[in-house]
């Protein structure tokens, strides 16, 4: 701001105004900027996890709000783990987080790697890329159902033609050894983007002038690949993983669309998993309890694998 501007703002300023602002320190003016932003941290995120953590040890039921609520302990935790579906619901999750995360890292850095050689009209197929990760995923849910119909999924005509089956009556998405990989695909194809993205911005950050040393050490491409852009492209690929671990193990809307959880339970993911248990049956001192579960082994791997990401990037 330009002298003149500053003492017109300064005229402008009422009298006492001016007194009570000169009157504050800079330590005061700094928490009246930043004390709204802790009100509404607490009111949003530290009020209701630690309401949540004190419905998880009582039988208390949403739609039962008049109801004597009793103090029941650990009881809810014990029950949950060791309910042999909680652990079935586990491992669905694990199989979804696991091979999403490993299909879109390998695919995700694969076509960064390929669009960061700056080739003819690469602008527009990475636009063309990144068209997935901005649709909503409503849109996709209901895209991709429509896709695995068994009239006109071309999934479905490829693996029944693999299988045998007829494919006007075949359906990944109705088939319990298939409809978790349908899922996997799906979110594959919607978020491969966004990690190549994150790729493409760390390839972009290696200086040229490394890759020209190591020509003159007559280091080969293969190994300047392995040596150089990987190790340096790493802490972005972990930071991807981290970002894409985290929004998967509580993926929700994807699921319900394309299977609501099915068929019987194999598509049932932990998150859906608690919307039952919590607007289904109404157990939400079981479904707090759940909610608690959820959130500390989140966390807890966060914490272990953002140390990890700290020490790789210190190397």
């Excluded at 199989?95 to 490993?102: E, G, K, P, Q």
């Amino acid at each position: 701001m330009s002298e003149t501007a500053m003492a017109r703002a300064a005229r402008a300023t009422p009298p006492s105004a001016a007194r009570r602002i000169r009157g504050l320190s800079d330590r005061a003016i700094a928490w009246i900027f930043v004390a709204p932003t802790i009100f509404l941290l607490l009111a949003v995120n530290i009020f209701p996890l630690i309401w949540t953590v004190r419905l998880s040890f009582t039988n208390f039921r949403a739609n039962r709000p008049n109801a004597e609520v009793s103090w029941i302990g650990l009881r809810n935790y014990t029950r949950i783990l060791t309910d042999d579906d909680i652990w079935l619901t586990m491992q669905a999750t694990a199989h979804f987080l696991f091979w999403t995360i490993a299909l879109q890292v390998l695919i995700g850095f694969a076509l960064a790697w390929l669009i960061n050689r700056k080739f003819r009209h690469s602008d527009m197929w990475t636009t063309i890329i990144v068209l997935p990760m901005m649709l909503s995923p409503a849109v996709v849910g209901n895209f991709w159902t429509f896709l695995y119909q068994p009239q006109i999924g071309l999934f479905n005509y490829a693996i029944a033609f693999l299988t045998g089956a007829d494919p006007t009556s075949f359906s990944m998405i109705g088939e319990v050894a298939l409809a978790p990989w349908a899922i996997v695909i799906v979110d594959t194809w919607m978020w491969t983007p966004f990690v190549m993205l994150i790729c493409l911005a760390g390839l972009r950050s290696i200086p040229d002038t490394i890759y020209e040393a190591a020509e003159c050490d007559r280091a080969s491409k293969w190994r300047q690949f392995w040596t150089l852009t990987v190790p340096m492209v790493l802490p972005f690929l972990m930071l991807a993983v981290l970002f894409r671990g985290i929004e998967n193990f509580k993926m929700f809307d994807l699921v319900v669309q394309l299977t609501g959880g099915g068929p019987g339970n194999t598509t049932t993911l932990t998150s859906i998993d608690l919307k039952r248990e919590a607007f289904e049956k109404w157990r939400t001192g079981y479904a707090s309890a759940y909610a608690v579960i959820l959130f500390v082994t989140v966390f807890g791997l966060a914490s272990i694998y953002v140390k990890a990401l700290n020490k790789v990037k210190e190397r």
